[in-house]
């Protein structure tokens, strides 16, 4: 069976075409992935703009999804897979409008796919199924949210974030330190070239339940805008002591010692929560999926930590770790195999759950 994926959630416009191999332990072959980032139209208001993420998703859904059949040798594909939610809901019509309609002209099923299910795939796709029970953490600019696995396209919710997501904080610590949008990548950036010692930045100890999950307990549950908080105190006393105006950007090595400060903390706390979690459930892998996970430092720190206590750690490629196209089409095939195809009157959700489904 071969898939075509299409992702709309945020701003990135992307198609793939995926296929099954057939191979029980690697069962998905990427055949092409395209993304056409909107970054460029955002990065003048500091941040994704819904309207004209929507528009701009129309504007080049047609040449990507050509381009991603071109790119795979213009094969038939037998159903379309499509991202239904979470995400920005008029930036979700449009890739989930397209789907439909081409999935009525072609005559082929719709999968409706969950867009954090994708992220997890994009682990198999790459390398192979995990072994279960896993532990998975996807971290992006809208979730930070921790998984247990024990069978394949099963999620289980053990702790998120109470407020800020891993990459929210990263794109808000690097708007006030004046360094635009998105964060992740410029302060991974210049995180290299700090001394991750020199600002003592606190980690969120949480202990008390969430009142709206009493389930969880809160044991595993992050938070990320007290670390904000502080980044920002820090900044606003430097400015004073140095003589600066409110709104001036710090001396560009203070900033790599504040980059390198604030990710640590943001490393070592989705770490700590990850490997605590795979312990205590005794996991026979870790993954760690979504757009945090092209940090550098937490690739680094995940791989160290796997080697030293002998779990296989599964992190996406720097492509398949952002965004894109060909998880979704992968996370459609495994639905689609459980579960067969959806209606075509599916609407999408701004905010739907993974465990539910
Ligand atoms: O998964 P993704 O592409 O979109 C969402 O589903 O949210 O994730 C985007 C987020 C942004 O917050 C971005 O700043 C962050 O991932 N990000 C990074 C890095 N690259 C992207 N955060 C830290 N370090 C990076 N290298
Ligand atoms: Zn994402």
Redesign the pocket.
């Known amino acids: 069976m071969i898939v075509l994926g299409i992702e709309t959630?945020?701003?990135?416009t992307a198609a793939a075409v995926v296929e099954e191999t057939g191979v029980p332990d690697r069962p998905w072959r990427m055949r092409s992935s395209v993304v056409a980032s909107q970054v460029e139209i955002h990065r003048e208001w500091g941040g994704v703009v819904p309207e004209l993420s929507a528009r701009q998703h129309i504007r080049d859904i047609c040449g990507v999804v050509e381009k991603a059949l071109a790119d795979a040798g213009n094969v038939a594909f037998d159903a379309i897979a499509v991202t239904q939610g979470p995400?920005l809901v008029g930036s979700l019509l449009v890739g989930l409008s397209f789907a439909k309609s081409l999935a009525w002209a072609r005559s082929v099923p719709l999968i409706p796919v969950h867009?954090?299910a994708g992220?997890i795939e994009s682990l198999v796709l790459e390398r192979g199924e995990m072994p279960l029970p896993a532990i998975v953490l996807v971290?992006?600019?809208?979730?930070t949210n921790l998984y247990w696995v024990t069978e394949p396209g099963r999620y289980q919710l053990l702790g998120r974030t109470r407020d800020d997501?891993?990459?929210?904080a990263?794109?808000k610590v690097?708007k006030l330190l004046g360094l635009g949008?998105?964060?992740?990548?410029v302060?991974?950036?210049l995180a290299a070239t700090g001394d991750h010692r020199s600002i003592p930045f606190p980690k969120t100890r949480l202990t008390h339940a969430d009142r709206n999950a009493p389930h969880l307990e809160g044991r595993r549950d992050f938070s990320f805008s007290g670390l904000k908080t502080s980044v920002l105190r820090h900044v606003t006393e430097r400015r004073t002591q140095l003589g600066l105006a409110n709104d001036a950007r710090l001396p560009d090595p203070e900033i790599a010692n504040i980059c390198a400060s604030f990710?640590r903390v943001?490393v070592e706390t989705l770490l700590d929560r990850l490997f605590d979690a795979a312990r205590w459930y005794d996991a026979r892998s870790i993954g760690i999926?979504?757009?945090?996970?092209?940090?550098?430092?937490?690739r680094a720190g995940a791989i160290e930590r796997g080697d030293r206590r002998g779990i296989p750690v599964f992190i996406p490629s720097l492509a398949l770790?952002?965004?894109n196209a060909a998880m979704i089409a992968a996370a459609g095939l495994r639905k689609f195999r459980a579960g067969g195809p959806g209606a075509l009157d599916v609407n999408a959700e701004a905010s739907l759950a993974l465990e539910a489904r």
């Open positions: 959630s945020c701003d990135e995400g867009h954090l992220h971290v992006s600019g809208g979730h997501a891993a990459g929210e990263y794109d690097a949008y998105p964060g992740g990548p302060i991974d950036r990710q943001v999926a979504g757009g945090v996970s092209a940090n550098s430092g937490l770790s952002t965004d």
